[in-house]
Every structure is written in C-alpha cells, then in structure tokens.
C-alpha cells in the first residue's frame, strides 16, 4: 500500500494557456524531484525549454481524443489528485487500479473572456469553454489537504518559496489559501460564460445572474473611516476608471473613484470638447468649447468654491496650458483620455494630484447595466444611455426656443442626467451657470441653483446673475408650477424637461404667461 503520509509533492500536472514564468517554475520542479505530467501546449513548450515532461496520455495509457475536448479526465488523473491521503479504503483503492499520486496542479483555463471580446464566432467561443481545466483545478482545490493547486502565474515565486522552506512541501495554510483562489477562479470562469450564453439568448435578465470582478485595490477605508473597502475590476470593455493607468499621486480612494466615474460618464456625453468639475458624485461645474481650455475656464466659473477638492474630467487630450490652470486649483483628481508629455511635467510638482488615462472615450449610448446593493439581494438594470436628440423633443408653449436656445436646452438636459435627483441645471452658451442637486423637493433645487448663480456672479465680479437669459432643464416634470416660476424669477428664457404630470397644461400656461419657451422630452433621468 502506498505511503503518502509526508505530503512531500512527488508530481505536478502541468496544463496552462498563460505560460508566464512556466520555465522558471518547471526548472525549480524538475530541480527539487518533482515528476512533470503535461499535455498539448505546455507540454511542447516545457520541452522546448529541455525541462523533461511525461505526457498526460502516456501517463493514463489512453490518447487524447476527439480534437484535445478529451486528454485529462481519466480516473487515473482525477483519481490521483482526489484520493484522500489519510483514508485506508482510497489508498488500497490507488494500489488496485495502478493509480499514482499527483500532488499539485498548475492550470489556468482556455481565454473565453478574450475571445469573446476579440469577436470571435460563436462556434470558436464555444471550443474556448474549458472543460478539464476547471475539473482539475476543482479536484485540486477540494482536496486542498494534501493537493497545492495553483491558477495564477503570480503566485509561482510564492510556491517556490513555500516549497524551499518546507523540504519540498507546501504549508496547510498556503494550500487553503490557494484553494480559495481556485474556486474564485472558476466560478468567475463559468460567470463569464453564463452571462455570455444569457446574452446570446437575448436573456437580459436571466433567472440567475452571475457577477465576478478581480480585485484591483484594498483601500485604507471606504466612504468613510470606519468603512472597509475595495477596489474590483470586471471584464467590462468599457473605458474609465476601470481601465485608466494612474500616473502620479496618491493612492485612490473610495470617494475618488466613485466621483471621477461620475465625472468621466459626464464628459464622454459630448462631442466638443468639454469638461467637467465634480463633488461628491454631482457636477459642480459642466462647459464645452472650442477647445479644453475654453471648457475648463468656463466650467470653473460655474461654482468655483465648490471646485475645491474637486475631480476635474475631460472628453480630450489635457495640453500644458490647461494643466497650468489647473494646477492653481487643489484638486484631487484629473482624469483624461490622453495627456500630452508637456502637460506631464506642469502636474509632475501636484505630488499628491492623481492623474488617471484612460486611453480611449466610452461610447455613451452604448449598452450596458448598473447595480445597486439591497439588503438580501441587489437591483440591476440598464444604463441610463438615453440622450435627448432635436428631433425627439416637443414645443408645447406659443414660443418656440430660438437655435441657440435649443442647443442650450439640450446640453443641460445632458448634464442633468448626472446630477443626482431632484436635479435641476441652468446653463447659457454651452456652460452650466446654476446647479441644484439632491433636494427632496424641485423647488428646493430650482432656489439652491439660482442662489449659486448669484454666488459665482458675485465671485467673478459680474453684476448679474449666471442666470440672467440662460436656460433650465429639470431631470423630472414639474409636479407644480412653483418650480418654473422660480426659474423664471432667476432669469430663463426656456425651459426642457420630460412632461407627465396630471398638473402639465398648469405648467406651460404659466410658462406662456412668462414669454417662457417650453419643450418636452418624454424622458426622464432620475439618479439616485
């Protein structure tokens, strides 16, 4: 009867698509005395490396069949791995049947996720499923006693070292740790591949809904100190925070990422350059212009005081001269597309600024889901991707809005979608002039808005209010006609909102009676 008492790992079986540090752990195997079975790929390329490999097929005496679907799930492979060290019955059992043991697994699983998001066909997304991977990996990690299993070429250094310091061993602890890694592994694998098929049946809401992310930052707290917190990444193409490269400051934090991803989606809504300020998660400040310094100076004048310890997002490339303006403001973050090397070194002296890249712009009409958290479960739904376009919208008043007004009326519908809710957003020539967010009532938002208007006329030496001949949308219908009279008293000339309530001919007869242009949408962006 076999003798496997000492937990010493005698043999490895070796299947990866990420060869990544193979060499270097097979040679510190093949050093130590460990036997190496091996199929396919990893087998050709370890032998390649003259490091010596027994294949899977001799192994079990029987071939891989049927195209490679069929190489490692044999009784003398699994029964291997999965026979139980200290049990009589699985030992005689090993002896019966020829079994040997294998006490480690080195598999990572066939790329799904990047042929998928490669645009491969539906026939080669399928033979990109891995079968014997996750079974392996599996059995590793459920006799994770006596088996090390490993999926991530990052821990192999971490192997090297457990082994050395444990005469050719792995401690318990570390081997529970890397089954917990295992099983983390593969059931984001099978997510990726559910919600795959989910979207192939067109099930946009499937009876389960699989979620996996890989985790990209422990922070020192979250929203606030006494909240712990992370950072996940998910295999969402989409650019953004997700996707940027920090290239100076300090770490982010939880708040910092949150506002910036508010900031970037904001941006990324329009095609002339344009930018955006934010504070806690709504626009302080919103302007497009001929160029990004033009948007910058105009957006700053929205609300400078509020710009302080702010996110600053841009929809283009952040050139020296801009960054030079910026630099005179304490902001916590900068987030681009693009950064010009110029730019780099006005900001290299902000220490403590985080400047985040993104490489691209995301298509904001583009699909997608949001989830938000619930006790005992979450909510998820679509993206809020809908954009109020001229010919979508309805005049309802005896004024029609002039084309200025127009472009006026629809850039503030935009950044509305971003404010959170009761949101109202007075804006003039492409520019925000007044913001109220997050009031439980509109009028409150409408008050609030004008009133920052007055404060940052005041702060720029003006005699008038930001409002005066400017514009309002509302993210939501005016439940009563207090809200519009309260904009009107602020100075607009035209009013865009989504319309529905039972008290709208109210509305718009008082928005008539105040020469007051009024269009309809038919969409609301309530966010909360």
């Not at 460990?34 to 071939?63: C, D, Q, R, W």
């Not at 950064?339 to 400047?355: G, Y």
């Not at 009532?441 to 404060?455: E, F, G, L, M």
Request: with cysteine.
């Amino acid at each position: 009867m076999k003798n496997l008492k000492s937990n010493k790992i005698i043999r490895a079986l070796v299947s990866v698509s990420d060869k990544t540090n193979l060499i270097k752990l097979g040679n510190f195997l093949i050093q130590n005395g460990v036997e190496i079975l091996s199929t396919g790929g990893s087998a050709k390329y370890l032998k390649e490396a003259n490091i010596p490999v027994k294949e899977v097929s001799e192994h079990t005496g029987f071939p891989e069949i049927m195209d490679g679907r069929v190489k490692t799930l044999h009784p003398k492979i699994h029964g291997g791995i999965l026979a139980r060290r200290s049990e009589t019955s699985h030992l005689t059992a090993m002896d019966k049947h020829a079994i040997d043991p294998i006490d480690m697994i080195v598999v990572n699983l066939y790329p799904f996720e990047e042929t998928v998001s490669g645009g491969a066909n539906f026939e080669t997304c399928i033979e990109n499923i891995d079968i014997g991977g996750p079974s392996l990996i599996r059995a590793g990690a459920k006799n994770h006693e006596s088996i090390t299993v490993v999926t991530n070429p990052k821990d192999y250094d971490d192997v090297i070292n457990s082994m050395s310091e444990n005469n050719g061993t792995t401690t318990p602890e570390f081997r529970r740790r890397l089954a917990a890694a295992a099983y983390a592994k593969t059931a984001a694998y099978d997510a990726a591949i559910s919600r795959w098929f989910a979207e192939q049946a067109g099930d946009k809401f499937p009876q389960v809904h699989t979620l996996a992310g890989t985790r990209a930052q422990v922070m020192r707290y979250g929203e606030n100190p006494h909240q712990e917190a992370a950072f996940y990444r998910t295999s969402n193409d989409r650019y953004g925070v997700g996707t940027a490269t920090q290239l100076q400051g300090k770490e982010l934090s939880y708040n910092n990422l949150n506002d910036t991803d508010a900031a970037f989606e904001l941006v990324a809504e329009f095609d002339d350059p344009a930018v955006a300020i934010i504070k806690h998660a709504n626009p302080c400040g919103v302007a497009i212009g001929s160029s990004i310094f033009e948007a910058y100076e105009r957006a700053l004048k929205c609300d400078p005081v509020s710009a302080f310890g702010g996110i600053i997002a841009l929809n283009r490339e952040l050139d020296a001269a801009t960054a030079s303006q910026m630099a005179d403001l304490f902001l916590e973050v900068i987030i681009a597309p693009q950064i010009t090397e110029n730019a780099k070194d006005v900001l290299i002296s902000k220490k403590n600024l985080r400047v985040l890249i993104t490489g691209e712009m995301p298509e904001p009409s583009t699909s997608g889901q949001t989830l938000k958290m619930l006790a005992g479960g979450y909510l998820l739904q679509d993206r809020d991707a809908a954009q109020a376009k001229n010919a979508d919208l309805k005049t309802v008043t005896k004024r029609s809005p002039s084309d200025q007004e127009l472009l006026d009326l629809i850039f503030a519908f935009t950044v509305c979608k971003h404010v959170k809710s009761n949101a109202i957003v007075y804006a003039k020539a492409g520019a925000t002039v007044g913001i109220g967010a997050g009031q439980m009532s509109r009028i409150d938002s409408c008050r609030i808005a004008a009133q920052k208007a007055i404060d940052a006329a005041e702060a720029a030496g003006e005699s008038e209010p930001l409002t005066k001949d400017s514009v309002v949308a509302s993210d939501a219908f005016f439940p009563f006609a207090d809200g519009l009279l309260a904009a009107a008293a602020a100075g607009v000339t035209a009013v865009i909102q989504p319309g529905g309530s039972i008290r709208d001919e109210e509305v718009i007869s008082v928005a008539d009676k105040n020469d007051l242009a009024m269009v309809l949408t038919g969409i609301r962006h309530f966010r909360h």
